[in-house]
């Protein structure tokens, strides 16, 4: 299988062994061979976009800081007694980008989850971003490529649901393109983490009348995060063929992460987002994940580069956790 779009990485990490009694990230994450890797369990896939950002982002160097920390974590999950180097997973690479073509850049992310999902059917793919205009390409490739009715988890302070005739495809747009070109349905989103004077009053009544389930960070507060995510996995499987989680991770309190486009203060914990998505990725019907909206040139000593790996090795515990049931 050659991918069409796909290419080696900028920044290629270590995979040298160090101390024989630990096993870092950068040992297990291999780069994809396709002569010999068509079993990989879990793909990683950068996605070095962010001109479709509506304020400035430097989120196209996050697949880079992402993966430039690979030396800096282990492979065990102490809380849940897993391993992670018992996954097989590998770095796809980034998906090459137009210099100028925002258009283009779009239909080659759409092109490269297409092939993704069509040649490695049993292979969960996760996504670093990139801004969040990298989610509508994703699953809409997805979706050709699968048929599925898909339900979509959305960690996010906004609703992404902003007017396409106002700018094009941007990163505050990717949920309106969905429900717009029934990819997805408004009743199998659960948007989770939105806050206050970062959303408008019309946007928020269309998302409603088009059936998105909506949680507020206050009213994650008040019912707890769990409840939530039982209450969205039990529609998705009466209703859903799978699940796909995107985590704009502007969905966290402003305290805790300094580099992001969308800074805002009430949102999320750290603990919160990770403990669900080690849940979600246990479910047999996940389909995939993204991360987005990580801008390093904003960032404090990887602070928010190291949240975002963090969130991704919960979810890969979820993957290891499934595969033993
Ligand atoms: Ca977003």
């Not at 996605?47 to 989120?59: D, V, Y």
């Not at 282990?74 to 796809?92: G, Q």
Request: glycine share 6%.
């Amino acid at each position: 299988m050659n991918f069409t779009y796909l290419k080696k990485p900028l920044y290629v990490p270590d995979t040298s062994k160090g101390d024989p009694y630990v096993t870092l990230l950068a040992e297990w994450i291999k780069p994809f061979e396709k002569e010999k890797d068509d079993k990989t369990e879990l793909a990683l896939i950068g996605i070095p976009l962010s001109k479709s950002s509506i304020s400035f982002s430097g989120a196209h160097l996050h697949p880079e800081s992402f993966r430039k920390i690979w030396r800096s974590f282990t492979t065990y999950n102490i809380d849940s007694d897993i391993e992670l180097s018992t996954i097989n997973a590998h770095d796809f690479g980034d998906v090459s980008m137009h210099t100028t073509d925002i258009i283009e850049c779009h239909k080659r992310i759409e092109k490269t989850s297409f092939e993704i999902t069509k040649h490695f059917p049993k292979t969960v793919p996760v996504f670093i971003g990139g801004d969040h205009s990298i989610t509508y390409p994703i699953l809409s490739g997805i979706k050709k490529a699968s048929k599925k009715r898909i339900g979509v988890i959305h960690f996010d302070a906004h609703l992404d649901v902003r007017d396409t005739n106002y700018g094009g495809n941007s990163n505050g747009t990717p949920f309106r393109s969905l429900l717009e070109s029934n990819v997805v349905k408004g009743e199998d989103v659960f948007t989770i983490g939105i806050r206050n004077f970062a959303n408008s009053k019309i946007y928020y009544d269309y998302a409603k009348e088009k059936g998105v389930n909506i949680y507020t960070s206050k009213k994650v507060k008040e019912i707890g995060i769990q409840n939530i995510i039982i209450e969205a996995l039990k529609h998705i499987k009466e209703h859903c063929d799978g699940f796909y989680i995107t985590c704009d991770i502007d969905v966290l309190d402003q305290s805790i992460v300094p580099g992001v486009p969308a800074i805002g203060p009430g949102g999320l914990h750290t603990q919160e987002v990770f403990d669900s998505l080690e849940y979600l990725a246990k479910q047999k019907n996940i389909i995939g994940f993204d991360m987005v909206c990580v801008d390093p040139t904003q960032d404090l000593r990887d602070v928010t580069s190291r949240i975002s790996l963090h969130a991704f090795l919960q979810f890969s515990t979820g993957i290891a956790q499934k595969n033993l049931d």
